[in-house]
C-alpha cells in the first residue's frame, strides 16, 4: 500500500466526513511501568446534562429525477466530530456489539501503513476531543476520559488495544479508512456498528466501484468523480 494516502472516512446516520492524513505526529514515550489500556470510573456528568442540539441535514433537498449526485461541500475542521442526545447509549451500544459480533462489524488488516493510520486517528481524536467538547472529554494522567460514560483510556506509549477500537469508543459515529494501492482506495480497516443496508466485513480489501457495486448508477454516474474528489485531497481541505 502506498501510505502517502491515508483517507477516515467517519460516517453517521446522515453525513459521511472524509479525512485525509498523511502527516506523522510524535508520539508520547511509553512509561516505565505498564499501566492499564482501560479504566472505569464514576461519570462525572449526571444523566441530566443537557447535550448540543443535534443538526439536521437534508441531502435531498436538491435532488434531480432519475440522476445521483455527490452531495459533498468541505469540511470545516472545527465540525468533523458531532456528540448528540444519544451519546451514552450509542457508546454503550457499541461496547456491546463489539463484544458479541466483532467479527460482523470489526476488520483491520496487519499492514505497517495500516497500523500507522489506526493510531495517528486514535492519536488525533485524543488531541481533538477535550478541546472542542471540555465538558464530555478531558486529559489527566496519561488517559483520556469521558466523563459520561466514565470510561478512561490510555493514549501514551503502547496500549494493550487495537487504537482504532478504542478511537471508535470514543465517539458516536464508526469510522472507515481507505488507502491508496496504485490508482485505487482500498477498505483496510473499519469498524462500521451502525451501518445503512451494508456490511464492512463484505467491503473489507475493497476497492470503492466494487465497494458500491450494489448502487446501479455509481458506476455509470458518480464513479469518476468520487475517485477524482478523494485521489486530490489535501491534508489541509478536507
Known sequence: MNNSIIIISVICVSLTAIILFNKKRPRAS????????HIKYEPSISQTYEFPAEPEYFPFTEAIPGKIRMG???????????????????IQLKKSILQDHRDLVYVSQE???????KRELFDILVDYLPRHFPEIYRIQDGYIH?????????????????????????IQEDLVIMEQANDQLIITAGCVCFPSKWNVKEKFMQ???LVHDPVPPFEKQLSS???RILLNLKVEEP
Open 30 to 37: 511509553s512509561n516505565s511501568t505498564p499501566s492499564p489500556t
Open 111 to 117: 499492514a505497517e501503513s495500516t497500523n500507522f493510520a
Open 225 to 227: 468523480n468520487v475517485m
Open 207 to 209: 476497492n470503492l466501484p
Open 72 to 90: 459533498v461541500k468541505k469540511l470545516k475542521h472545527d465540525q468533523w466530530i458531532e456528540v448528540g442526545r444519544t451519546f451514552a447509549q450509542e
Open 146 to 170: 469521558n466523563n459520561v460514560t466514565g470510561d478512561a483510556w490510555k493514549f501514551e506509549g503502547e496500549l494493550e488495544m487495537d487504537p482504532f477500537e478504542i478511537a471508535n469508543l470514543l
